[in-house]
């Protein structure tokens, strides 16, 4: 699996902000955090959010992409 953003994970899954949220337990407004990189998921939750997507901790990427 290629390495995906919250948000490219959220919208390869068909989900909204507000089902993603409810998913892994969170509000909209903490999932929305997440995707801006205005806040980071603790680790605990990071498997979480792996686990309820199906996929690895190591394919998601969360943090913003930065030019070199």
């Known amino acids: 699996m290629q390495k995906m953003t919250l948000k490219m994970l959220?919208?390869?899954n068909?989900?909204?902000q507000?089902?993603?949220a409810?998913?892994?337990g969170v509000s909209v407004d903490t999932w929305?955090?997440?995707?801006r990189c205005q806040t980071e998921p603790t680790i605990?939750?990071?498997y979480n959010i792996a686990s309820k997507f199906n996929?690895?901790?190591d394919d998601i990427i969360f943090l913003?992409?930065?030019a070199v």
């Open 10 to 12: 959220r919208v390869a």
């Open 14 to 16: 068909g989900m909204n």
């Open 18 to 20: 507000k089902e993603a």
């Open 22 to 24: 409810e998913l892994v």
């Open 32 to 35: 929305g955090h997440w995707e």
């Open 44 to 46: 605990s939750m990071a």
């Open 55 to 57: 996929t690895n901790l």
């Open 64 to 66: 913003p992409k930065v």
